[in-house]
């Protein structure tokens, strides 16, 4: 996909991707290498409904859920010069679409679900992952990739990130680098 250079400069970069795609991780080294500020989506729901994500979805659930996570976001976009990582759910909305790219530029974690499942072990704090077996994860996360894909291909830059995450970032670094490059 095309790069827009002049937009991604002083916007928000927001991190997207199924569970276990290395949204939080990646964020964190990313925002570490910019100097900008970290901002886990999910960890702020947590801190402004003082549930966790588990206790929200079983309490309330996921429609509840979802609407903690647009209102949080909604907070987010306002910012500008983070680095955001989003909940692999949170481009579901056509709103919170629409709010991503007009506020900032946005990376997909690229990963197959086989190598999710993998990663993906205890998953206690991932409701939509809890109490299944290896193959019915593997089955669950295929749907989920099958429901979300072409939202997140909408994403600015495609990063795989199936190996180290320091090569996915190194990746992400230097297609920035580019960016900056060619807005000078
Ligand atoms: C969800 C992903 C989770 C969390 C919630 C729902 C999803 O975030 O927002 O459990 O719908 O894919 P991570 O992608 O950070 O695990």
Redesign the pocket.
């Given at each position: 996909m095309e790069l827009d250079a002049p937009r991604v400069l002083p916007s928000n970069i927001y991190l997207v991707?199924?569970?276990?795609?290395g949204?939080?991780t990646l964020g964190h080294h990313l925002a570490q290498a910019l100097k900008r500020e970290f901002i886990?989506?999910?960890a702020l729901?947590e801190r402004e409904s003082g549930q966790s994500?588990?206790e929200i979805?079983f309490e309330h659930g996921?429609n509840y859920?979802r609407n903690l996570?647009s209102t949080c976001l909604f907070e987010v976009v306002k910012q500008r010069e983070k680095v955001v990582?989003?909940?692999?759910?949170?481009i579901?909305r056509e709103r919170n679409r629409e709010l991503i790219r007009s506020s900032g530029f946005s990376i997909y974690l690229k990963v197959n679900p086989k190598i999710l499942a993998e990663r993906l072990g205890d998953c206690s704090?991932?409701?939509?992952?809890q109490g299944l077996d290896a193959n019915a994860k593997l089955e669950r996360l295929r749907d989920?990739l099958q429901e979300?894909q072409s939202f997140y291909e909408q994403a600015d830059l495609i990063v795989p990130n199936e190996g180290s995450s320091e090569k996915a970032l190194a990746r992400i670094t230097s297609a920035l680098e580019r960016l900056c490059k060619l807005s000078k």
């Open positions: 991707g199924l569970m276990g795609s949204k939080s886990d989506l999910d729901i994500i588990r979805f996921e859920f996570e990582a989003l909940g692999g759910g949170a579901l704090a991932r409701p939509l992952l989920l979300r």
